[in-house]
């Protein structure tokens, strides 16, 4: 969570400020106050909460902590947005977020204008330590905007009408994706990780670091996720029948939760059909396979007689392509996972679907916590937890890098979250 | 769910279909988009749901069943908006109604206006058994205006702002009410209940029949409800604390619910505060009690070495009162209980709030649920519930009788339901 | 709970105390220390449980209270073995009954002799009133010796080797029963319940008070239970499959609980069997169904054109029959429910099956609880529950009388429960 | 789970199933038949239950697959005692294991004698291969012995009599632990696991292989665990209280458990007691804490400004200790934990508790499970739990070595579990 921006360049953040926060607001366009309001389950968080609570961020952090005589907008408003710092005191509970119809999804969007003119006007004054706040609160609102999309999809999921929240071209046809081909990685000492601070103009959270050494197999990586088509011959080989492909704690979910397919899969005449954001359509046998959870990435990977990489794996390969690549998140519009483009190397390491690694989420040797409320970013979740890497087409390009550790519980499965198997040599 | 109403007087019958659907568009006016489409609990459904499923009752019972050529507004609809009629085939969850932000608010405007332009053409033509059909229609309307806004407020309490739906003048400061005085009632063989059909102009659920028999002990009535204040006293001599005032049930509900006071009720600056549609103010003492549990109407009367009165013995003395008096609504705006008029006999035994009974509600000797999907209507509830008698602050006026039989388990409170006490002479 | 025993024969008591105290030792005599520790579930105990609980009713009541000098047996017992006297303190959890394996089932055997030979000396000269604790405490094991077999048969079903507790000579084949014959009841005023203290010699709970008039309507009652071939017929006709037959909430307990059939029947080899406490056999036609609950019992009568009886029409027409006849337990060994007898009135009323009636389990005008912790007995659960009349063949003789009212929650199913149906006429 | 036994002594297998085998029994002499039948939750199996599972093991994998016209004691019984091999076939629901009251004890004793006899006889004629097996289920028995000693204690700690499995003589008075001293690990790179074939003589289950580099930091191991004074010195500076010690997960679980001390500490008079195996007895201050949860282990060290060791460090550190030493399991009686010895190494490093790791329970690299039934052994259960290293007071001598992986989920804590600190350098 540390970070170093050259000072002789203070528009850099400006702009990033201003870009992240109009993207928020204009992924937000197309949803109804009631869209916008509804919690579709536990793990989810309404639109206009996500709206609110990255605003609140920088109303506290920045402009009621850093900025004299700044008054709260309202005093009221921070029990209800504050997601789970403990050090801000006591919060509004998290499975009660969808039952706030007020304020409405216009009186949270005047509060971000609110508070967007005064980080405008603060922003040029304020001092490296608080500007390093401000950037934070840029890459954790691009966070909440991934968020944002895949809650929003796993409500519509739930409306028997199937709405779409935007209006997609269909892709032409793709041809069949070519075998998987293997890509050797590299083996012994490598390095992973970021120290801190980072390089002017670049950005980590605090559970990215320190770079250490870590040692490495001789192993390969496929040059692509698992495709749709792929996942297809997984089911009709009675993938998610048979225990031997499973974690103990996958067959107890599959078995108690009566999973059968990918989350947003629907059995439509006979087919499959996927819903996505641009509403329910036949499944795209060439697109990687989204919406899976660690238990099934791992079943998969069983089955195929293959593995999940290790992050460092991942990162260690990762490190050479460019992590601003790929089919992520340019602006609100339709997303969906695309077919790999042609080529010999490693493709969609960025963008598509985030890849699942065998790996659990704990600290880095040397990893400290930063300090203050903050600090309650990533470490106090480093148990039970497996570590994602890449980015998906939901994520705001820029946000994304070799170092980033995405994490979510084994059996969740609502983000675009698919699988790029590994194997060793 | 019988009746029979003039034929020579078709404009009665229009006349209340129009002031009906008025009145509950009136009622969610004040609403958004996102007040409307929130469930606050799996008891209570949205308001948008009510607004749709009294439309859809009338499309469906009606329109579509006698109206030729009629064709559905939206035929995805109906399995959204279906609530229990088994016959009426597959429908959506009950406890997923508040995933349901599409259609908007005002999509089910527009349908209501459709539908209520189809019945203006077919009503003048319609023969009597559907005329029955429509009538019955907005009785049922009617309930659901009471539920909405229950439902709302249910909603509302669970927001940290405490929003008000309407603003009210404060009642001026009630004197404290007299103390009960008994009311003998009828004893020996009473008749209580309907014969089906009805008299011309009247209107009855199909639970309210046959009439029947019923043998009265000597019995007396409370003149009028329990109010807050002696509520208090209840609460303030350990009330919720004292097992033996509890039946078993009640008391493991008290304690696994950590019940302590009446749904609403809440400790604000050491003093009790009552949240209402029309926001959270001090308690009124002089006011009846509301939103209480069948339990702890029956703790309370046990405590008061009274009991609750059997719905014969309630409908017996209710015969002889007018129960289009009292405080019933008459038009959209801020509804709450208020204090006893001064006076000698029976008062507020309608409007103000519902009274919990001793009885189950179980079906009269002879009973015969009506024929059809409509059948549902009312039998197939009688099993572990508990009758309400009257009428309160928010029944629609019109729609209270004194053979009315409203019912609900006996832990729920989010109705205006209170309790007025018996006791044995 | 009063009664009058004649004080010129004091050894009726005495012989009963003994008869009583002896009988639960015999039910439990196949028992291993196991079997007696373990508890199926929530709403049963261990067979050991019964054995103390009982004992602990006669040395709290009788002996602590009443009997100077006496010691408790073990101090730390009462804790252990009081059910839910609220005004006897603290108790152990409900659900943790099974978790007792020590004190075990020899020294629980051991106190009962300590408190049997304690109370064969005290008894001679204890006053009156406390005769009638002991009074009371015989017919409350006489209760649990009822329960403790159908726990002892709610645990050997879950155990996939069926063990049987007793072996059983097999029933003969019954003839196939004779279609019901339908026996019109009284009608008009009747009296039913009992007055208190009741006659010398007599017994009854404090439920079961006052005497008081009823009014009947014109009705029949079947001259006999429903047979298992009948509920076959019903299971064949999809009974358990089509909503229209069910109570809602006895639907909403089919569909979530999967229920298809009676408690203990298995499929086996693609016919039914019938679990019972001499192991799995085929089920026997003739014999009444057994162990289903209020909301089967409902369905089957809606589907049979029928109703359950009330309990005032059940009483009434009892009151002519020997309550000391039928089928009930004159000793430890194997029990099951039998074919009924030839004949042409109303048979089978006493021993069997208990029948479900179609009344709530409510207090009868006037009904007031003793005095004490015994009034917790039956006065406190008198809310969701249904009344069940007669006896079954679990049932000890001479415990069961015309105005016995049985009381369980509307899906309970472990009783010998059955149902005789009635119908207007 | 491979090993190699000198074929040239033969003996020493069969003396080592002689033994485990002679153990179990031994260790269950002091349980009545319900004691060992009674399951005290899900987490855990009753004693006899251990009993049969082991027994069914050499049955199964031995005797069945391996021996020619074996015949299956009883042909039912494997049904009810397969744990969790999905090879095997479906079994009784673990959750039910308590309600197995038949077989009782004395016939799985009957049965053990049977097995023991029939592997007797046919040990020396057995192939490498299958002398593997008999191998593995001693070490899989051992694990069971462990388990039925705390499964025991988790069910007696449920009895409010607070019953004693054994008499114990009491420790006398230990000292004041002397402070935490720290002695600094190899960094680098240092080997840890196993290579399989293990040598002769030696054992390893198939999760310990294969032995691979991994990388170290500088840092250093405490000399001995944590004791109960350290711990509470963390109660009395409110431990259990403060967010910010704890992992978010923990935290939640903290809160909704209402976990306050380790689990079975008692406030017993104002001071803190401890129930073990023999009984209730103050806590003893110099003694390792035992029964934490991995949450709690990790909150006390992030209060302690300390962490937890990875199992790298442990393993490397305790390569150079005896396995066979320390305070573990020798005959069947009372055990505790015990204070550290005077001395200026790493003590306790084995024996006593378990310690809690901060690492996830994954495959080492290249990790294969055993093929076949016993491949189900460890590798499924790679997600969601932490590693323990170590042994405890409860593992019986012989079964301990330096490359052990036992795991438990983070917030279980019925096992012998406590907690060494470590910290970087």
């Known amino acids: 969570m540390a970070t ?18 109009g993207l928020s607001e204009a992924l937000a366009a197309p949803l109804s106050d009631a869209d916008a309001s509804v919690q579709s389950m536990e793990d989810a968080s309404p639109a206009k909460w996500h709206l609110a609570h990255t605003t ?7 402009l009621r902590d850093h900025v004299a005589n700044y008054r709260l907008y309202d005093e009221r408003w921070p029990f209800l947005f504050n997601s789970y710092y403990e050090a801000e005191g006591p919060r509004h509970a998290r499975p009660m977020r969808g039952m706030l119809t007020r304020p409405s999804l216009d ?3 005047a509060w971000r204008a609110h508070v967007d003119a005064a980080v405008d006007v603060a922003l040029p004054g304020l001092p490296d330590a608080v500007r390093t706040l ?7 609102e691009q966070q909440h905007q991934e968020l944002l999309q895949t809650d929003i999809l796993s409500l519509f999921a739930l409306n028997p009408l199937a709405p779409a929240m935007w209006r997609a071209e269909r892709d032409p046809p793709a041809p069949p994706p070519a075998p998987i081909r293997w890509i050797e990685g590299a083996h012994g000492i490598v390095e992973i990780g970021r120290n801190m601070p980072v390089r002017e103009g670049e950005f980590a959270f605090d559970c990215e670091a320190p770079r250490h050494p870590a040692l490495l197999r001789r192993h390969a990586l496929a040059d692509r996720p698992v495709t749709n088509s792929e996942w297809r011959a997984f089911i009709d080989d009675g993938g998610y029948e048979r225990a031997e492909h499973w974690l103990s704690d996958g067959w107890a979910w599959v078995r108690r939760e009566g999973i059968e397919a990918p989350l947003h899969w629907r059995r439509v005449d006979g087919d499959w059909a996927d819903f996505a954001l641009d509403g329910l359509h036949p499944v795209r046998p060439a697109a990687p396979v989204s919406h899976i959870s660690f238990y099934e990435a791992d079943a998969f990977a069983r089955w195929a007689g293959a593995r999940l990489p290790t992050e460092a794996e991942w990162e260690s390969a990762a490190a050479a392509v460019d992590s601003a690549s790929g089919n992520q998140l340019d602006q609100a519009g339709p997303v969906r996972p695309r077919a790999a483009a042609a080529g010999t190397g490693l493709r969609q390491m960025f963008g598509d679907v985030w890849q699942w690694t065998g790996s659990a989420y704990l600290p880095y040797p ?16 480093m148990s039970g937890q497996c570590v994602l890497r890449g980015a998906s087409c939901a994520t705001p390009r820029g946000h994304s890098r070799a170092s980033y550790r995405n994490f979510f519980y084994p059996h969740q499965r609502w983000q675009f979250a698919g699988v790029r198997l590994a194997k060793d040599l």
């Open 4 to 21: 170093r921006l050259d000072t002789a360049f203070p528009d850099a953040l400006h702009a990033l400020f201003r870009r992240v926060r």
């Open 56 to 62: 609140w961020f920088f109303e506290t952090f920045v």
């Open 107 to 109: 009186e949270i969007r």
């Open 134 to 140: 401000v950037e934070l609160g840029c890459h954790h």
């Open 366 to 381: 040397g990893f400290r916590a930063a300090a203050g409320a903050v600090g309650e970013y990533n470490g106090k979740f």
